[in-house]
DNA sequence: AGGAGAGTACGAACTAGTTAGTACATTTGC
DNA sequence: GCAAATGTACTAACTAGTTCGTACTCTCCT
């Protein structure tokens, strides 16, 4: 009846015929959409291309996924669960406040620099008004434990005399990330404007030391400043 | 031949036809694209939608604006032109260095938070890597001349003694805009995260008030710090 | 003064190509 | 043998852009 199928014993026989592997495919796809997507946003992704760059096909996208906005939302669940599992990697437990919140945040702008298809991801989901991340129970339970660490830093850094009181930990956590966020979201933008490339290494290795003594000297007591 | 065109001259007597208004046809389209593209981006806008919205049609969209792209340009120029503008009303001139610093962080604030529509088509074009900034020359001219407010402020606090040597009026523009520019983009997810409403008056006020503190303490030489 | 032309402004219907999603058949691993 | 996994071919709806035709406005000629 139809000829398409009879190489398939032989590709079967001839290279181990790669295994039936779920998982594997459902990772693959969703990596690959995570790329099209912090590329090209949601509406701009094609499912097409998606499929095309992956080892499998459309009609596994579907099979997995459902839809494109499933296939978007698992992108995103995704993403943040590997950024969140990166910042997990920081430990400043023993350090004295001062130092442990300089860390926190050289780690958080090196970590935002280092993950751009992460930062354009939410970018996205921003423009989207979070209502994805909304949708999405998984996504909220892993961050809300992102702020445990300033929470930390803060009240050793009350405690030791060197932190100013009447400061909320979730802002110093947002002021943290509007530095370090914006280092990564606007640098197209802000770049071609002025003129000056400010992903340079030398531009960038300033930002970063300008945005650790911007919170430190927010956060600590004004007669503790050198 | 055909009949679809019958209906034309009775139209054209029954109600007194519309003048012909170019400049206006075109604000109105501009307008209504602005809109559509900072709400759902490039591609997820629709050219059937915004023209839908507009007093015109389609075919004018096309007339004036010869694609989508053009379109967009367009809205994008319009945006960066009128929030330069409004920013052109700051005036700072005869204030202390450090009034002048902070009354020019409040009107960033203020003015990004009131400007959502501009944010979110900045956004959209650092989605797209700036490519249409790049394309137009009108908007790098509005722009290059932002700094210029601060420039002077740090010449003048470095002449009273005020502020600390050795900064870059570009850097602190930078410092500024992630401060004021992340408000407004990233509320959305940041809000839905942390499941506290950061756009609420109460949570404005506060940050607002920081980003000032942040600001002029990262500029301010230590010993002048209350 | 007024009418012929020309260029500009506008509208409705159409089209070619794209795109998310599906029906149906087949294979694979247990 | 059976359920989960996968491949192929298709479609219905959408979407950017176009075609063809009309109406308005200004000017310039006589």
Redesign the interface.
């Known amino acids: 009846m139809s000829t398409r199928l009879e190489p398939t014993k032989n590709r079967a026989r001839a290279a181990p015929t790669r295994a039936q592997d779920p998982e594997g495919t459902r990772q693959n796809i969703i990596e690959v959409a995570a790329q099209e997507f912090a590329l ?5 992704a094609r499912i097409d291309e998606i499929a095309a760059k992956t080892r499998s096909s459309k009609r596994m996208i579907y099979y997995y996924f459902g839809s494109k906005e499933g296939l978007y939302l698992s992108a995103l669940e995704n993403a943040y669960r590997q950024v969140r599992e990166g910042e997990a990697q920081l430990d400043v437990a023993g350090l004295p406040p001062l130092d442990a919140l300089k860390r926190l945040v050289e780690f958080t702008f090196d970590h935002h620099h280092q993950h751009e298809e992460f930062i ?1 991801m ?9 209502e994805f ?2 949708r999405s129970g998984v ?2 339970e892993l ?2 434990t992102a ?1 445990g660490n300033i929470e930390a830093i803060y009240a050793k850094g009350l405690a030791d005399g060197v932190f100013r009181p009447g400061l ?1 930990p ?2 110093i956590h ?2 943290i ?3 370090c ?3 990564v ?12 490339d ?1 992903g340079s290494p030398a531009a960038q290795a ?2 970063r030391q ?2 650790v ?3 430190l ?2 956060v600590t007591r ?1 007669d503790q ?2």
């Open positions: 090209n946003g949601l509406s701009g354009r939410v970018m996205i989901e921003n423009i989207h008004h979070g991340l909304e996504i909220r961050n809300v702020i909320d979730l802002e947002w002021q990330s509007a530095l966020f914006f280092n979201s606007n640098r197209a933008t802000f770049s071609k404007i002025f003129g000056k400010v300033s930002l300008q945005a003594e911007m919170v000297r927010f004004p400043l050198p």
